[in-house]
Nanobody
Framework: QLQLVESGGGLVQPGGSLRLSCAAS????????IGWFRQAPGKEREGVSC????????NYADSVKGRFTISRDNPKNTVYLQMNSLKPEDTAVYYC???????????????????WGQGTQVTVSS
């Protein structure tokens, strides 16, 4: 079964850090761009970051630039999102997904992604 599974979410105080993981099963991540999206209650799903198959091409939403870092470990078939200096407005369910192959790197268009994971809750609160 082809799927992505997120983990690493939790409750953290403002200014704290979390590292999310996105593990693939049933396929290898080597050839795909992987994106992280998030959805807060009452808001639309928004793109957070994405990383190209080569691990070099990366993009970030303006709201997380300088605070979040995306990386991938292809031998482990896993993509990570290191989140530092977390703010209450980062509170959301975070999802990872696989971009359809052959598309240019795009972190914002959810419709270009498939094999969405079940999500992991991140709550930033004192």
């Amino acid at each position: 079964q082809l799927q992505l599974v997120e983990s690493g979410g939790g409750l953290v105080q403002p200014g704290g850090s979390l590292r999310l993981s996105c593990a693939a099963s049933g396929f290898t991540l080597d050839y795909y761009t992987i994106g992280w999206f998030r959805q807060a209650p009452g808001k639309e799903r928004e793109g957070v970051s994405c990383i190209g198959y080569n691990g070099v091409d990366k993009n970030y939403a303006d709201s997380v630039k300088g605070r979040f870092t995306i990386s991938r470990d292809n031998p482990k078939n896993t993509v990570y999102l290191q989140m530092n200096s977390l703010k209450p407005e980062d509170t959301a369910v975070y999802y990872c997904a696989r971009q359809y192959i052959g598309l240019r790197l795009d972190c914002s268009t959810a419709g270009e992604y498939t094999y969405w994971g079940q999500g992991t809750q991140v709550t930033v609160s004192s």
